[in-house]
């Protein structure tokens, strides 16, 4: 009896674990797993009704249902979380939700709700738990934003994102005491009244990205972590100039159309400050301080509100003392004031990239003790100082950009000063690269950069910096991982001795167009045991360095040089079997002398970047390497025939032809022939 108990009791449970979980099978249209039904792109027209009653997630994005209907959730008390984007939904009927009083996700973006808005904002205050409501793409103004998310309360996150909301004022977000997350990205707006936010006591993030404003005056959200209002019209931002301690961390000003730096509030906590891509400048130097000075007028219906500005005092950012991420790059900064980085102790991140400097002078302390990534490429840099003295350097610095400058050095022993630097580019400056006894002259800004012994130097590049052919020893002392010395025509030309000193350490290196050739004295490559990849793009190598078939490259570039053929069993070697991707083209390759190509091709590790670029020299012609026409193939054997053996061949026939008939001439007239011999050489018998 007991047995039988026990057999009935398991049966029961099998079957109820079984109803609890169901498999994807189970459901001809959605897979089903984890409480969540997908349903996504399957043509519905309505919600499906026979899904499990314990779901909590349903997705139905892309399907063709394009009104919700009373009830349509109703077997699905326990849902939390609805997905309904790209349905073309035109109205959610006023009882669609009355059973999921639990949903707290709902997700509507790019459907058409500005059809039915109002029936559809009875359907949404049915909802108590909602959380999250996304809105984005359905072609609602602020009217009928206000109207969808009037009294929703519980709200914590809400996008109206790509709508056609043109301003805002302080009726459209009432009573959203929760709300956190604000997303009006890509609108119309142009206008936003004061006091349009004054009611979301709780808002920390606000993206206002992609719209028409034009400028931002007495910003006064200081409860705001993160403010994104890139790619406006902005000339103007002006914060409230009061003793609030603002909670701001992000402040994203980006693509806009800044005149000035932005006049920040005075107590911050701001992290990162986004300026790139502005117009901004500044202009104390033009300025007199009768001129120094501007009012706004700023009309609040019948008020006027005058506020002073002083235009020209380019130290007004407040305190930044916890910024550590400052980008002003693609602007129009000429100099920056001194004193301009005066507290900011935590920066670690500054970007003047693609500014106008001719030149920059560091001298706060704090700031070069922090900086850890300093971008000062695409400049007109002719003169950088920085202030180094006892105790004062440069300990944290380790990403250092002056590319496209014009500078002839650096600060004088920059490398000594900066202990944990690992990456320098100085590519395009008219720079020269000290030798063994370089000659400094005792000059705040050396006449030349002394690389030796910068022990955490990692990646310098000094592509086209016009250097003259590089001494011996030039990066002794160093542990370089990648160099690039690309489009310097007379760096090389005494071969790769210069290189000697970190040819153990090297994995990256590139060599375009610095003089190597056949002439070289010295390209010999088996040193550089740790290559990975390798650039001897447009050079003059006339035969394949026989040194690189002992290496593990991965990269190869040999294009624009004067190689007629590469090694004949180029991938049955270290180099073919550790050899992933090689460049070829342009140069002027032998049609007839091409077994390695073939080779080269049957290998499925190796891959031809610029298969159908490479060609053939055949009878000073050029031919696609890739496609060789028979007639060339043809031609080319009769050329690797053996001189010797073809003369063999073709004078047999004629050997053969003479001596048949002379054979013939001789049977058919034997018996004249030899009386003829008899008479003429017939003697007496003397006895």
């Not at 897979?31 to 139905?60: F, I």
């Not at 000059?443 to 022990?455: E, K, L």
């Amino acid at each position: 009896m007991a047995l039988i108990a026990l057999s009935i009791f398991l049966s029961v449970v099998f079957l109820h674990t079984g109803s609890g979980s169901k498999p994807s099978a189970d459901h001809s249209l959605c897979k089903l797993e984890n409480r969540s039904a997908d349903c996504n792109r399957k043509w519905l027209d309505s919600v499906p009704v026979d899904l499990p009653s314990g779901t909590e997630e349903l997705l139905l994005d892309a399907n063709s249902i394009q009104t919700l209907r009373n009830a349509s959730l109703e077997p699905y008390q326990l849902l939390q979380s609805l997905r309904l984007c790209e349905n073309g939904l035109e109205l959610i009927e006023p009882g669609a939700f009355l059973g999921s009083r639990s949903l707290s996700l709902l997700f509507l973006a790019n459907n058409a709700l500005f059809m039915n808005y109002s029936m559809t904002a009875t359907a949404l205050r049915s909802l108590p738990a909602l959380r999250k409501l996304d809105l984005s793409g359905n072609q609602l103004t602020e009217e009928m934003m206000a109207t969808l998310i009037q009294q929703l309360s519980s709200l914590e996150s809400l996008s109206v994102a790509r709508n056609a909301i043109m301003r805002l004022d302080d009726s459209h977000f009432k009573n959203l005491l929760h709300l956190q997350n604000l997303d009006i990205q890509q609108n119309y707006i142009f206008e936003i009244e004061t006091g349009a936010f004054e009611d979301l006591q709780g808002l920390q993030y606000l993206n206002l990205a992609y719209n028409y404003m034009p400028c931002i005056v007495d910003f006064d959200l200081a409860q705001l972590r993160v403010l994104n209002v890139s790619n406006n019209h902005i000339e103007w931002f002006l914060a409230a100039q009061n003793d609030v301690t603002f909670e701001i961390e992000t402040l994203d000003l980006s693509h806009n159309q800044l005149l000035f730096f932005p006049l920040l509030p005075q107590l911050n906590k701001l992290q990162t400050l986004l300026l790139t891509h502005n117009r901004m400048s500044f202009y104390g130097n033009f300025f007199n301080d009768s001129e120094s000075t501007l009012q706004i007028q700023f009309l609040y219906g019948n008020v006027t509100n005058v506020t002073t500005v002083n235009l020209w005092e380019e130290i007004s950012h407040g305190t930044l003392s916890f910024l550590s991420f400052l980008d002003m790059s693609w602007n129009q900064f000429y100099y920056l004031p001194e004193r301009f980085s005066e507290g900011m102790v935590s920066l670690t991140h500054l970007d003047l990239s693609h500014n106008c400097l001719k030149t920059l002078h560091i001298n706060e302390r704090e700031l070069l003790s922090s900086l850890e990534h300093l971008d000062l490429s695409y400049n007109q840099l002719l003169d950088l100082q920085m202030s180094f003295s006892p105790g004062v350097n440069l300990p944290n610095l380790r990403w250092f950009n002056l590319s496209y400058n014009r500078l002839h050095g650096l600060p004088a022993e920059f490398f000594t000063h900066s202990a944990k630097i690992t990456t320098v580019d100085l590519s395009h400056n008219p720079i020269e690269i000290c030798a063994l006894h370089g000659n400094t002259d005792g000059a705040a800004s050396p006449i030349c950069i002394d690389i030796r012994n910068a022990g955490s130097l990692r990646k310098l590049y000094l592509a086209s910096c016009s250097l003259k052919v590089l001494g011996s020893h030039v990066f002794r002392g160093t542990s370089l991982v990648q160099l690039d010395l690309s489009d310097n025509p007379s760096a090389l030309l005494d071969g790769l001795v210069p290189l000697q000193d970190v040819a153990p350490t090297l994995q990256v290196l590139f060599l375009r167009n610095t003089g190597l050739s056949a002439a070289s004295t010295n390209v010999n490559f088996s040193a550089f045991q740790k290559l990975k990849n390798l650039d001897l793009s447009e050079n003059s190598l006339a035969s394949f360095p026989e040194s690189l078939t002992g290496l593990k490259l991965s990269i190869l570039d040999l294009r624009r040089n004067c190689l007629h053929s590469l090694p004949q069993h180029i991938t049955q070697n270290q180099l073919g079997k550790s050899l992933r991707v090689i460049y070829l083209s342009q140069n002027p390759f032998d049609c007839c002398s091409l077994e390695w190509w073939d080779g080269l091709r049957r290998c499925h590790t190796v891959h031809i970047a610029d298969m159908s670029q490479v060609t053939c020299n055949s009878s000073s012609m050029l031919i696609s390497a890739a496609n060789l026409p028979e007639s060339v193939l043809q031609s080319c054997m009769w050329l690797t025939v053996d001189i010797v053996l073809l003369y063999i061949v073709l004078a047999f026939p004629t050997c053969l032809a003479l001596l048949v008939a002379f054979g013939i001439f001789f049977l058919t007239f034997r018996q004249r022939i030899l009386r003829m011999v008899k008479n003429r050489y017939r003697t007496s018998s003397s006895y």
